[in-house]
């Protein structure tokens, strides 16, 4: 296999985790909507919560040590809401932005990982002006040490899975009655960032996650059906980001004054985050409940996913397509052109077993070589980040699902770094 081409000078490589998925600690901060329910029997797969999970809130030096050691330029985390929110919660990233900096690693704060306090519901108007408040409590702590800043994390996601269907926290089923959380989001991110420039931030964005969506036939009903797809998964939380407004027929089904929400909605971005995994093939609805890479789709819905064949799978059962990522890039390039900020990916990774992790391996050159021919196309992207650094509570999922470069012990909390770290650490090597 030949060297990976080298990457345009200031590209920033890194690595991401999320406060719920590693933290543990959860007797030091207030409930979560995850915690409420992960407690529900049932909810997840394995039966486990995350109340302990990789213990990074006591084990973060470690962690640090594992990150200087992999060499990343930049470390994506997330805040927790809900640690914030408690007495002294904010000591702890204080702390750990201080390790950070201490080791040479840039940090790049998530404000928003599908934490959402107990007390707060995203169907509420209100919930978004008490985000810009908690934004504002963070950016002050933390702002003379973080200049790059990241508002939410795939809000598409959070509306759908836990809301829409149910399947995540906080498990409500109201199909598209969730459109109000899409908005309040939205509108969320948009006060996130008039806080953040207020406060001096240098770079603000957001992530968003986003995957090619190709028709299971050229049949009109297979082509309709994945056009209303990417509009739900793709376009929905972009265009009112990037343009402005809409997709035509849904700016009328949101709640409150949309025209003047938009105007906040779309504060420029410094730059675009895109989580990439894999392409979803749609077709007409076939009247029957559909599991999918973990996900149970009622019937009622007016597509359906199929598999995509004869392409790998991870032990997730994710189809592994990294041409997938080059198509993903120039796409957004051509759809939104000069209103696309510079783009950074902000997650990519892939699920397997064992120490050894050669898959892991291929799937990640394949993809950083996919990266490289989309900059070669002229999409400008200025950054790459592996999610994730440890294996973690894979949210509905458990711990049954190892995402990491870095293997977790669980019972014991010891870190084993993976053949895929050792080989990340020498592909950062080689692009300096």
């Known amino acids: 296999m030949p060297p ?19 933290e543990g600690a959860a007797e030091l901060r207030e409930p979560s909507v995850w915690d409420v329910f992960a407690a529900e029997p049932g909810r997840v797969k394995d039966g486990s919560n995350p109340a302990v999970a990789c213990d990074h809130y006591h084990r973060y030096p470690e962690d640090v040590a594992l990150l200087a050691d992999l060499g990343v330029d930049a470390y994506r985390f997330s805040v927790s809401w809900p640690r914030v929110a408690s007495p002294g919660g904010l000591d702890f990233y204080d702390r750990l932005v201080d390790a950070l900096c201490a080791a040479g690693i840039r940090p790049v704060p998530t404000l928003f990982h599908w934490e959402l306090p107990v007390t707060l519901d995203w169907r509420e108007r209100d919930t978004a002006a008490r985000f810009g408040d908690h934004v504002a409590v963070v950016a002050e702590r933390l702002g003379d040490r973080v200049s790059q800043w990241i508002t939410l ?16 926290a906080p498990g409500k089923q109201l199909l598209f009655d969730a459109l109000p959380v899409a ?24 992530t968003n996650s986003h995957g090619p969506t190709w028709p299971a036939s050229g049949e009109s009903a297979d082509v309709e059906a994945a056009e209303f797809y990417d509009v739900l998964l793709n376009r929905l939380f972009a265009d009112p980001l990037l343009l402005g407004a809409y997709p035509a027929g849904l700016g009328e089904l949101m709640p409150g004054d949309v025209a003047a929400d938009l105007k906040l909605i779309s504060e420029p971005l410094d730059f675009y985050g895109v989580n990439y995994y894999a392409p979803t093939r749609v077709g007409a609805p076939q009247g029957t409940e559909i599991d999918f890479g973990g996900v149970r789709m009622p019937a009622e819905l007016p597509f359906s996913v199929r598999e995509i064949e004869g392409v790998p799978v991870t032990d997730f059962g994710w189809p592994v397509v990294p041409e997938g990522l080059t198509e993903l890039l120039t796409l957004l390039r051509d759809r939104y052109g000069d209103r696309l900020p510079p783009v950074v990916i902000t997650e990519n990774g892939c699920s397997y077993e064992g120490l050894d992790d050669q898959e892991r391996i291929a799937y990640l050159d394949g993809h950083i070589r996919a990266l490289h021919r989309a900059v070669e196309a002229g ?11 440890l294996d973690n509570f894979e949210w509905a999922e458990g711990y049954a699902r190892r995402f990491g470069l870095v293997h977790v012990d669980y019972a014991t909390q010891r870190r084993t770094p993976k053949a895929s770290y050792a080989w990340y650490r020498e592909l950062l090597r080689a692009q300096r």
């Open 4 to 22: 990976i081409p080298r990457f345009p000078d200031g590209f920033r490589w890194g690595v991401s985790t999320s406060a719920q998925q590693i």
């Open 153 to 168: 994390n795939e809000p598409a996601e959070h509306t759908l899975l836990g809301h829409a269907l149910g399947i995540h």
């Open 183 to 206: 908005h309040h989001q939205l509108l969320a991110h948009g006060m996130a960032v008039q806080t953040l420039r207020a406060a001096g931030a240098a770079e603000v964005g957001i």
């Open 379 to 389: 999409v400008d992207v200025r950054g790459y980040f592996v999610w994730s650094l």
